[in-house]
């Protein structure tokens, strides 16, 4: 069974920094891609960034700034480390896995709520 557990999301001011956690079990973690996207309310699904089964990362334009993804092999976690943060990053974040050598395996945790506020 697979299973993305999200975690490390809460209340954080503006400016202040958070970083989110993405633990995958019952998927090969070397063979796949991950991904990270968010959904703020009455908004469409978008994504952040990823990162290849080789390190690789690639961010959506406008978070490569601000964001940086990483992920662990040891641990089968991905890492979502977010700066500066502003009101309008306000969402669900989303962690994504997509086999790089097989299409259609492709999975989402539940996600995690992010709020931006003073």
């Known amino acids: 069974q697979v299973q993305l557990v999200e975690s490390g999301g809460g209340l954080v001011q503006p400016g202040g920094s958070l970083r989110l956690s993405c633990a995958a079990s019952?998927?090969?973690?070397?063979?796949?891609?991950m991904g990270w996207y968010r959904q703020a309310p009455g908004k469409q699904r978008e994504l952040v960034g990823s990162i290849t089964s080789g390190g690789s990362s690639n961010y959506a334009a406008s978070f490569k700034d601000r964001f940086t993804i990483s992920r662990e092999k040891a641990k089968n976690t991905v890492y979502l480390q977010m700066s500066s943060l502003k009101p309008e990053d306000t969402a669900v974040y989303y962690c994504h896995a997509r086999n790089e050598y097989k299409r259609g395996y492709d999975y989402w945790g539940q996600g995690t709520q992010v709020t931006v506020s003073s």
């Open positions: 019952g998927i090969i973690f070397r063979l796949y891609a």
